[in-house]
């Protein structure tokens, strides 16, 4: 299940005190690219959801959330392994890539 946080309370919650593999998915509703992510994100959550905890970020709900993280572009990826970023991924990708790279990460 992909979580969507709407407050730094919740991000707090769900994303900086959690242990193990977070991923990020750092969009917005006008952003065409993000947009065309959703599907491939829900796609990963099937395939990749027990290994690895999916939430989104809108950056214009949250920017200082997006600033934190020094969001330049969208859709932007950011895995973080107990907290901490481990890696990024920018730009729309195909749900097998996309799932390929994370497996990658996940082990």
Partial sequence: MI???H????????????EGLSLIDFWATWCGPCRMMAPV????????GSAIHFTKI????????????DIMSIPTI?????????????????AEEFISQLKSIAG
Avoid: H, Q, W, Y
């Fill in 3 to 5: 979580t969507e946080i």
């Fill in 7 to 18: 407050t730094e309370e919740a991000f707090r919650k769900e994303i900086a005190t959690r």
């Fill in 41 to 48: 994100m829900e796609a990963a959550d099937a395939e990749l």
């Fill in 58 to 69: 809108d950056v214009d709900e949250l920017p200082d959330i997006a600033a934190d993280f």
């Fill in 78 to 94: 950011v895995i973080l392994e107990n907290g901490k970023e481990i890696t990024r991924l920018t730009g729309a990708m195909s």
